[in-house]
C-alpha cells in the first residue's frame, strides 16, 4: 500500500521541490555572474556612463537657457521651461538608454562570446536576458537621479515623496518595454551596424513626436495625433504633472489629447501595456535562439 503524504497530494516530491529550488538558485547566481560582468566593463570604460549623465544635464542647462525668453502663455504663467522640460530629458535619457540595451548582447554575439553562454550548461538562459535588464535599469536609475538632482539645483524643484516613487515606476515600466524590443533587435538583426542603425532612425523622430520639448497645444493637428499615440508621451506627462502639481490622483488629468482628456491612472495603464506587449513579442525568438 502506497502511503499518501502531503507532497504526493500536490503532485510534488521532496526531490522535485528541491530541484526547482536548485534551479532557481542557479538561475540567480547566472543573472548575478552575467550582471557583475557587465558592470566589470563599466568600470573599466566609464565614459559610458559619464557621457550618459553630461549629455542629458547639457541638453537640460542648453535647452532651458534657449527657451527662457518664450513668449508669456506658452507654457502657462508659473512654467519655466527648465521645469517644463525636465521631464522630458529624464525620459528621452532613459529611453535612448535602454534603446543600446542590445548593443552589447549583439557585440557578444559578433565576438562568439554568446555563443560559449549558449552551449554552456546554464540552469536557463534568460538569465542572459535578465542581466541586461537589471544593468540597464540600473544605469536608468543612475542618470534619472543625476537630472532630478541637477533639475532641483536650477530651480525647478523636486516631486513630493509619492511623487517620487510614481516616476520610478513610470522609469522602470519605459525602460523594460524599450530593453526588451532592443533585445529582440540583438538577437534578430545581422549585425551592429544595422542596430545602430535602427536606433539611431528612431531616436530622434519619437523625440520631437512626443511632448518631451514643447507642449502638445504648440503642435499642428497631424502632429498632436502622432505625440498622442507617442509611448513616451505617456511617460512624460505624467511626470510633469507630478512636478508641477503637488497634490494628484490617478483621476487627474495629465494630457488634453484629440481624441479626449488622458488621466495619469490611462497613461500608466497605457505604459503597461506597452510593456506587456514587448515583452510577450520577444518570447517567441527567445526561446528559437535559446532553445
Do not use: C
Not at 38 to 47: A, C, K, V, Y
Not at 91 to 108: C, E, I, K, R, S
Not at 259 to 288: D, H, K, M, W, Y
Amino acid at each position: 500500500m502506497t502511503t499518501l503524504t502531503p507532497s504526493t497530494l500536490n503532485g510534488k516530491t521532496p526531490e522535485t521541490s528541491e530541484l526547482s529550488s536548485s534551479s532557481f538558485a542557479d538561475f540567480v547566481q547566472e543573472t548575478t555572474a552575467l550582471t557583475r560582468r557587465l558592470f566589470i566593463q563599466l568600470q573599466r570604460r566609464p565614459s559610458t556612463l559619464i557621457a550618459g549623465i553630461i549629455q542629458p544635464v547639457m541638453w537640460l542647462i542648453l535647452f532651458g537657457a534657449l527657451f527662457q525668453n518664450a513668449p508669456q502663455g506658452f507654457l502657462g504663467s508659473s512654467v519655466s521651461y527648465g521645469k517644463f522640460i525636465g521631464a522630458g530629458i529624464i525620459v528621452f535619457t532613459a529611453f535612448g538608454g535602454a534603446l543600446n540595451a542590445g548593443l552589447p548582447v549583439m557585440f557578444d554575439r559578433e565576438f562568439g562570446f554568446l555563443n560559449r553562454l549558449l552551449v554552456a550548461p546554464l540552469a536557463s538562459r534568460f538569465s542572459i536576458v535578465m542581466a541586461s535588464a537589471i544593468f540597464i535599469t540600473t544605469l536608468s536609475a543612475i542618470q534619472t537621479v543625476a537630472i532630478v538632482a541637477v533639475s532641483a539645483f536650477l530651480g525647478a524643484g523636486l516631486p513630493n515623496a509619492s511623487g517620487l516613487a510614481l516616476m520610478a515606476l513610470i522609469i522602470l515600466l519605459l525602460v523594460l518595454g524599450v530593453t526588451a524590443i532592443s533585445l529582440g533587435l540583438a538577437f534578430t538583426l545581422p549585425g551592429h551596424i544595422e542596430l545602430i542603425a535602427v536606433i539611431f532612425v528612431t531616436n530622434l523622430p519619437l523625440l520631437f513626436a512626443s511632448t518631451a520639448l514643447v507642449p502638445l497645444s504648440f503642435m499642428p493637428t497631424w502632429l498632436q495625433w502622432i505625440a498622442s499615440l507617442n509611448p513616451l508621451s505617456y511617460a512624460i506627462e505624467p511626470i510633469r504633472y507630478v512636478y508641477l502639481h503637488q497634490n494628484w490622483s490617478l483621476s487627474s488629468v495629465v494630457m488634453q489629447a484629440p481624441f479626449g482628456n488622458v488621466t495619469l491612472g490611462a497613461a500608466l495603464l497605457v505604459l503597461l501595456g506597452f510593456t506587456t506587449v514587448a515583452l510577450l513579442s520577444i518570447q517567441p525568438r527567445l526561446r528559437r535562439v535559446f532553445v
